[in-house]
């Protein structure tokens, strides 16, 4: 079983940068797609970002697109998120995901994530 630990988050000014981070144990991550969720309370949580197990295919919410990067490392077991721009509308918890579902841009994009980390805030004051 993936566990997921996610790191970086914080609190920021509006047009500041952030990455996160995400440490896997008790298994490799290059079998499956990875992604970062995040949620407001009272609201569902939503897909940011997703990358495939190989790195080569990603998917940005169109919310972020231009802004987030996605990137992973599999050789380190590691999955980050460089958030640039940061609006105050990027405030919430974010999570990071492991997901055996991810293999083109629309399945990544669907992502349901079967291992899910704590999640870790990020707060961007305007």
């Known amino acids: 079983q993936v566990q997921l630990v996610e790191s970086g988050g914080g609190l920021v000014q509006a047009g500041d940068s952030l990455r996160l981070s995400c440490a896997a144990s008790?298994?490799?991550?290059?079998?499956?797609?990875m992604g970062w969720f995040r949620q407001v309370t009272g609201k569902e949580r939503e897909i940011v970002a997703a990358?495939?197990?190989?790195?080569?295919?990603?998917y940005y919410a169109d919310s972020v697109n231009g802004r987030f990067t996605i990137t992973r490392d599999n050789a380190d077991n590691t999955l980050r998120l460089q958030m640039n721009s940061l609006k105050a509308e990027d405030t919430a918890v974010y999570y990071c995901?492991?997901?055996?579902?991810?293999?083109?841009?629309?399945?990544?994009?669907?992502?349901?994530?079967?291992?899910w980390g704590q999640g870790t805030q990020v707060t961007v004051s305007s």
């Open positions: 995901v492991a997901s055996r579902g991810c293999f083109s841009t629309s399945t990544c994009a669907r992502m349901a994530g079967d291992y």
């Open positions: 008790g298994g490799t991550i290059r079998n499956y797609g």
């Open positions: 990358i495939s197990g190989t790195g080569r295919i990603t």
